[in-house]
């Protein structure tokens, strides 16, 4: 068995957030555990036990006391801490403190700003009252079309407050996607910035809020933040309130006590097929969650200067906003991480002495190769953690972080998910770490590898599946009569089980590998996005009559996502439709999720009942022969796969000659 590449000293051990943990255990509780292994099975064999730890153990504050944990302990359907009520934001301002910044930022133009508890508190209370004003009350919906700056942490704390429910988009998003998203849950305010800037560029917002405005009929009120043009005019919309407007003066913060299980927020995780799904996390789940997963597998505490480096509309955001929950000062960095070079955020880390970095795979991925070197750019002598998510990071990116970062950085890479909003496999720092693996199985997470008989498996990929439920799972999909897509989203693989969709393997110390997706759904730089969200766009064009993209990711190897079009007859994929075809998904979808290359193909894939295959595709060019992946008898055009086999072999040996 390989060495590992860092071992945690004992003085890093013993500073770890889960040390007085298992001590408190221990006393409180009469709970001892010879290692992490035997903590974690305990807590996932002992639902009630575990949780009723966390929520003791931090002391969660609610107005009411706790009683049963886990009234049903079924998957869908459990019912966690009946009877509590409580409110996110309680947990957050019961930090403040005159003796650190709540939130320190900066932008592109290098403007740096930090944040105060009391202005937080302020901020939050000041922008609640103004939208009481406009009526809204607690279930009503609170969208945003913001970027990652102070603002959009203040616009979600307000909105919590309230118990009213928040949901965001950010402003790279084209038209039709934030369209898909906020239509599906009628909301009554929108909080919208009027333009961003990212990559050294200006982009203004105007005309698109006015698009939104008229698509969304729902919306009452917008607020609006001068995000590029300080002179702004409220008075371009109708029934709009200025940010400053909507934040001046000094009203008290008076916070909502809701049941747990009341809805916090609505975030999007797009399938193959249909709209985004419009996915409900409760206040209570979120709460006990994200203390759990910032305490024992951030080890964040109020000491900490915490950035996680994520767009607004990706649940890192969220994740990096659960910071505030421990106390921590929240960094973040509103722009591009590559411009003007890759050693932006590094600088950034560095200046404002940051503890905990996290950011996407794709990054660090991105420095190795622009052999960056963070060390000559910056002061990283604050940092002690690494981490990273969004897609696998290989070996070689662990490799390159001890060689260029430093080699007694705690690196922590974690997988989880926008369905439940936190991590189902990651870090602790009392373990080691070895190359291209994470260290744990989470506390409260009985992740397994199952095969597809669903049977456990150890040592061998097989299917993500968590088999007991967790607090911060979805109450439900928004519209959903029945919970018939929430089912069939994650329980009809394995009914009961919680199936995530990746492929992964427990190794024989109780880590864990990512291997990607094992659906269609695209992933491209840790932003997941739904096939059908590409085809609206793709398919608008006279020219193509259709089309199939799948996202190549797998472990160790760069994302590749080829696009596969049907030409209209009379017209062919000229250098000119191809520009017109990745502009457009630019613009409705985001630059991330533009084609590597673009194919002309005589037909897509179908089965008998019209659907595209885009699965099967997806296996064939990773390298399974075609008798495994497609029944012909099962297909509308089988001969079309022919076309798929042949490129999937030209793209194999060409990787071969490489």
Same mark, same amino acid.
């Given at each position: ?5 860092w ?5 890093t051990?013993r ?15 009469g ?37 049963r ?5 079924r998957m ?8 509590v ?28 700003r ?55 988009? #950010? ?17 009554k ?12 560029k ?16 729902s ?9 590029m043009?300080?002179?702004a ?6 029934h ?14 008076r ?38 997963m ?11 200067r ?5 767009? #607004? ?18 960094c ?23 503890t ?17 070197e ?26 390159w ?13 974690v ?30 997470a009985?992740v ?13 990929v ?9 607090? #911060? ?18 329980f ?25 997706r ?11 996005m ?15 009559l259709?089309?199939l993209?799948?996202d190549l ?14 030409i ?8 000119a439709l191809e ?76 990787e071969?000659?490489a």
């Open positions: 068995m390989e060495s590992p590449a071992h945690p000293s004992a003085k051990a500073a770890a957030k889960l040390t007085p943990f298992g001590d408190w255990l221990e006393r409180e509780r709970l001892r555990f010879a290692d992490y292994d035997a903590l974690w099975r305990w807590s996932v064999d002992d639902l009630e036990g575990f949780w009723s730890a966390i929520w003791d153990y931090f002391a969660i504050p609610a107005a009411t006391p706790r009683g944990v886990l009234a049903e302990a869908p359907g459990a019912r966690w801490f009946p009877g009520t409580l409110n996110y934001v309680d947990q957050v301002f019961r930090h403040a403190t005159a003796a650190r910044p709540a939130i320190v930022s900066r932008n592109e133009a290098g403007e740096n930090e944040i105060a508890w009391a202005e937080l508190q302020r901020q939050v209370g000041a922008l609640a009252a103004t939208l009481r004003g406009m009526g809204v009350e607690r279930g009503d919906r609170v969208v945003a079309y913001l970027p990652n700056i102070p603002e959009t942490v203040i616009a979600f704390l307000a909105v919590a407050s309230i118990g009213a429910i928040w949901s965001a988009c #950010s402003p790279d998003m084209g038209r039709i996607a934030v369209v898909d998203r906020f239509r599906q849950i009628a909301p305010v929108l909080i919208a910035v009027d333009g961003y800037r990212y990559g050294g200006n982009f203004d917002r105007r005309e698109l809020i006015h698009q939104l405005l008229a698509e969304l009929p919306i009452a009120h917008l607020v609006l933040l001068p995000g043009d300080p002179q005019d409220p008075a371009e919309f109708d709009c309130t200025s940010w400053t407007r909507a934040t001046a003066g000094n009203a008290p913060l916070v909502a006590q809701v049941p747990f299980e009341h809805p916090l927020w609505v975030v999007y995780s797009s399938g193959t097929t249909g709209l985004p799904k419009p996915i409900v996390h409760t206040q209570g789940g979120i709460v006990v969650e994200h203390v759990k910032c305490a024992f597998h951030f080890d964040l505490g109020p000491e900490d915490f950035h996680w480096y994520s767009s #607004s509309g990706w649940v890192m955001w969220n994740c990096q906003v659960a910071g505030l929950l421990m106390g921590s000062t929240v973040i960095y509103d722009g591009n991480p590559g411009w003007p070079d890759w050693n932006a955020l590094w600088r950034f880390v560095g200046e404002t002495r940051v905990f970095f996290g950011a996407g795979a794709a990054f660090f991925l991105s420095c190795l190769k622009a052999h960056v963070p060390n000559d750019v910056a002061d990283l002598s604050a940092l002690r953690a690494i981490g990273s998510t969004g897609s696998p990071l290989p070996p070689e990116g662990y490799q972080i001890y060689d260029h970062v430093r080699s007694d950085i705690w690196l922590n890479p997988s989880g998910g926008t369905d439940f909003a936190g991590c189902f496999v990651g870090g602790v720092p009392t373990l080691p770490v070895y190359l291209g693996e994470m260290q744990c199985r989470c506390l409260g009985k397994e590898a199952w095969d597809e008989a669903g049977r456990p498996l150890v040592d061998e097989g299917e993500l599946v968590c088999s007991a439920p967790m607090p #911060s799972m979805p109450l439900m999909f928004w519209n959903d009569p029945g919970d018939a897509r929430y089912r069939e989203s994650y009809d693989m394995y009914p009961g089980a919680w199936r995530h969709g990746d492929w992964i393997r427990i190794t024989p110390r109780g880590g864990a590998i990512i291997y990607g094992s659906d269609a759904t695209i992933n491209r730089h840790g932003i997941r739904g096939t059908s969200e590409l085809y609206r766009a793709v398919e608008e064009i006279p020219e193509i259709d089309s993209v799948v990711e797998y472990l160790g190897r760069e994302s590749y996502m080829p696009l596969f079009v049907v209209r007859p009379g017209h062919e994929l000229t250098r520009a017109l075809l990745r502009e457009r998904i630019r613009v409705a979808l985001s630059a991330r999720h533009v084609p590597n290359e673009i194919f002309a193909v005589a037909e897509i894939p179908r089965t008998l009942s019209g659907k595209k295959m885009e699965l099967p595709v997806k296996k064939l060019l990773l390298g399974q022969a075609i008798e495994t992946v497609a029944n012909p008898d099962a297909m509308a055009n089988p001969a079309s796969l022919q076309w798929f086999v042949d490129f999937a072999a030209r793209r194999a040996a060409g071969k000659t």
